[in-house]
């Protein structure tokens, strides 16, 4: 059996946890889940029996077994409480502009005070082991799910973020920052035939697929929490992304990227349903 070990760096608070949905823990599955939704998210050229087909001798399904197995190794890393929702004053702010009256602005900050999380601290490594069969691929879609996406709660607004930093022992560089080119290298290994502008991807899919990539390139910023909180302030200003009704996921996932001790987000749009008359304004706060 192939196997392959891939040391990873925590670079924004990693809100991930065990069975009782408090106590931060690192989970297989948990990062599992994450690489099957990626992959679903760039083979928005397939049929719904195709897709559920091709997933199952990957990811495996009720009747069949995975074709990889994980194992998280240092999974004994330092963590915290974290607030989500850490910019009191910038929302205080804005709702005294909305001419709320007093208790209701004291009703919604106290609401933003509990909204607390336990999570693990950036700047701690550990290592995956994977083992199975086709692990080029898994590789891929590893690597793609770490650009693109974050892990555990809140992981769509940035938190969550992780950063390859060896694979099998060798120094893993990614150069991503500036060229969407090279994230789309990774996605044409995965599945050859993804396409922004293939008509096949813009069909009605029952699955959210990648409708566009877009990375921050004209602002650095020198800490995650900078970068976290202009997040977090642009999801606050336009709330509405995943609040159609019935209430549906937001389409819009913000990771956090780090190149040479500086940060950077990446926003990718999905297909789904949301709000998305502000969504240039809610890019440009962030972007």
Not at 75 to 83: A, F, H, I
Not at 142 to 149: A, D, N, Q
Not at 192 to 212: A, G, L, M, V, W
Not at 273 to 281: A, E, Q, S, T, Y
Request: hydrophobic residues 35%; aromatic residues 12%; glycine residues 6%.
């Amino acid at each position: 059996m192939d196997s392959m070990k891939i040391k990873c760096e925590i670079i924004t608070p990693l809100l991930m946890h065990g069975a009782n949905g408090k106590n931060a823990e690192l989970r297989e599955q948990s990062f599992k889940g994450v690489m099957r939704f990626w992959w679903r998210a760039i083979n928005g050229n397939l049929s719904l029996k195709e897709l559920k087909e091709k997933e199952a001798e990957i990811f495996g399904n009720t009747s069949g077994k995975s074709s990889f197995r994980m194992k998280i190794f240092n999974k004994d890393l330092d963590y915290k409480v974290y607030k989500l929702l850490d910019y009191k004053e910038e929302i205080e702010q804005e709702l005294k502009k909305k001419n709320l009256k007093e208790q209701k602005i004291k009703n919604i900050l106290k609401k933003y005070e509990k909204s607390k999380s336990e999570g693990f601290n950036p700047d701690q490594t550990f290592e995956i082991e994977f083992k199975g069969k086709n692990l080029e691929k898994v590789k891929n879609i590893f690597i793609l799910s770490t650009v693109l996406g974050g892990f555990g709660q809140r992981a769509r607004r940035g938190f969550g973020s992780i950063k390859i930093l060896e694979i099998d022992g060798k120094d893993f560089q990614f150069e991503r920052l500036n060229d969407d080119n090279i994230i789309k290298k990774v996605i044409k290994q995965i599945n050859p035939e993804f396409s922004f502008n293939d008509e096949n991807f813009k069909s009605k899919r029952k699955y959210p697929y990648i409708k566009n990539i877009e990375i921050g390139k004209e602002k650095e910023y020198d800490n995650y929490n900078e970068l976290l909180k202009k997040i977090g302030l642009a999801t606050h200003k336009y709330p509405c992304f995943g609040k159609a009704s019935p209430r549906y996921a937001s389409p819009i996932w913000v990771s956090v990227v780090k190149e040479n001790e500086k940060f950077k987000p990446i926003i990718t749009s999905l297909n789904g349903r949301g709000c998305w008359k502000n969504f240039n304004d809610f890019k440009g706060m962030i972007l």
